[in-house]
């Protein structure tokens, strides 16, 4: 069960008051899919992982957070083109909004983080097209996540999470040459692997959970 609280919080923009549902607390059942999509009672939370201020517009996980976003990063060209992508639903746009403020202050771990989010949303609206350009854009972003990432666990986790979202991107080869030679000593991550390596052979692009790698 998932619990929700509103809170009221002040746009650390323009100073506006405003009203949001957030999340309390939540559980899951199931696998989660192979770039770490929570399985289905955690989905709808997705609603909650981006919040629009009514008054300026400004886009963030958490909008009331300190930040280096300057009013001018929302008046570029791409806040109304969105790159050309063909999002359909709100909630793709306000991820989008919020990778590309995130992209402007160089937090690049937050850039990956919304655009892949925006590929979720975008799946859930079976827009295939916008979310496969969204994977496309999240990778340099997480290529340099994983580059700055000192913690092992974290850096081998973030690296099969990548190897998903270069296969569902239908970038088949560079799987290949990334992981041909990947292993770890940890027997799952390397069955998720070895699962990936397989698809991305047959070229298969499909939303697989961790249990379907087994
Ligand atoms: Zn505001």
Redesign the pocket.
């Known amino acids: 069960m998932t619990t929700y609280f509103e809170v009221k919080k002040k746009?650390a923009?323009?100073g506006?008051e405003s009203t949001f549902e957030v999340i309390g607390s939540s559980s899951s059942f199931g696998s989660p899919d192979l770039d770490l999509r929570p399985p289905l009672l955690l989905r709808s939370a997705i609603d909650h992982a981006v919040e629009v201020?009514p008054?300026?517009g400004?886009t963030a996980g958490d909008?009331e957070e300190e930040t280096k976003v300057k009013p001018e990063m929302m008046k570029v060209p791409a806040w109304e083109t969105f790159d050309g992508i063909p999002f359909k639903d709100e909630l793709s746009k306000n991820f989008y909004h919020a990778y590309l403020l995130a992209a402007a202050v160089d937090d690049q771990k937050t850039a990956f983080t919304m655009l892949l989010n925006a590929a979720w949303a975008s799946d859930d609206e079976k827009n295939a097209k916008a979310a496969l350009a969204c994977r496309k854009k999240a990778i340099p972003f997480l290529n340099q996540v994983i580059e700055k990432e000192e913690e092992r666990e974290r850096r081998l986790t973030l690296e099969v999470v990548r190897a998903d979202v270069l296969r569902r991107a239908e970038m088949f080869e560079e799987v290949e040459k990334l992981y041909a030679n990947w292993s770890c000593g940890d027997k799952l991550l390397n069955q998720i692997i070895k699962f990936q390596r397989r698809m991305a052979k047959m070229k298969n692009s499909k939303c697989f959970t961790v249990q379907d790698a087994l």
């Open positions: 746009c923009l323009c506006a201020c008054k300026c400004y909008i």
